[in-house]
């Protein structure tokens, strides 16, 4: 495996790492975002047995003893299994999550206290760079979930929303709803609840000018079309799942 690194938006890194086993043909990527500013940030640690790939890659744009923020969805091996890896090499590091995710997970798993953000929080990063971190529980999957955009780029790190198969660009105004969909049909990974098509046409408010998937390109398109295209089909799939009323 190697880990491919793409600028996706200003001063936006995607570390792609493609694994061919994980459902065959087609595969499956995992990707991490590193922020580079005066306080670096990445969001998504990576798998804890990819770290010396990440740890390269990270290499090649920053010096990784320098990382101060570690951010991610919620709390699930490919998105923070390295959380400690990092924050041993990266003294002034810390991992930044909602009040959830500290409270069930991150203030005994994480080597050092995390910072508890509440929903709409803003971290400054400098260099004209800051992430505002957005609640969303249960969206697509965990009740600590959240997703952070970057405002100046207007790049939305959405974690697991959009997952999808393939190897494919780096950065795409193709379709990224179909192949979310297929996913979906595929995994049947969401959560699916009532509130799920509110909570991502919410972010779609926020107007993000790049959507940064966890597995899949990143996407250059029509954002805000994207998400509430999304959200329709999560609330298609609620009804269909929820009982009929007697008559």
């Not at 100046?152 to 999808?164: H, I, N, R, V």
């Not at 991502?200 to 994207?226: E, K, N, Q, V, Y």
Request: hydrophobic share 45%; with cysteine.
């Amino acid at each position: 495996m190697e880990t491919r690194i793409d600028e996706i938006a200003d001063g936006i890194y995607r570390l792609s790492t493609f694994v061919p086993d994980i459902a065959p043909p087609a595969g499956f990527t995992f990707n991490q975002f590193l922020v580079v500013a005066d306080e670096p940030l990445m969001f998504h640690t990576g798998l804890r047995k990819m770290f010396p790939l990440k740890l390269a890659a990270v290499s090649r744009l920053v010096d990784p003893a320098k990382l101060r923020w570690i951010a991610f969805g919620h709390y699930e091996a490919d998105e923070c299994g390295a959380m400690n890896e990092w924050l041993a090499i990266a003294p002034n590091a810390e991992v930044a999550h909602g009040s959830t995710g500290c409270l069930v997970s991150l203030n005994d798993m994480a080597d050092r206290a995390p910072r508890v953000l509440a929903d709409g929080d803003v971290i400054e990063l400098g260099g004209g760079k800051r992430v505002r971190y957005i609640d969303t529980p249960h969206t697509p999957h965990g009740w600590d979930a959240g997703v952070m955009i970057e405002e100046s780029t207007g790049t939305l790190m959405c974690g697991d929303l959009f997952t999808q198969l393939g190897n494919g660009p780096a950065l795409t105004e193709g379709d990224v709803v179909g192949p979310a969909i297929a996913a979906e049909d595929l995994f049947r990974y969401s959560s699916l609840n009532p509130d799920m098509g509110a909570t991502i046409r919410a972010l779609a408010r926020f107007s993000p000018r790049t959507l940064a998937l966890m597995h899949g390109p990143s996407f250059a398109g029509d954002c805000s079309g994207a998400l509430n295209t999304l959200a329709d089909d999560y609330d298609r799939r609620a009804a269909e799942r929820r009982p009929a009323t007697a008559a």
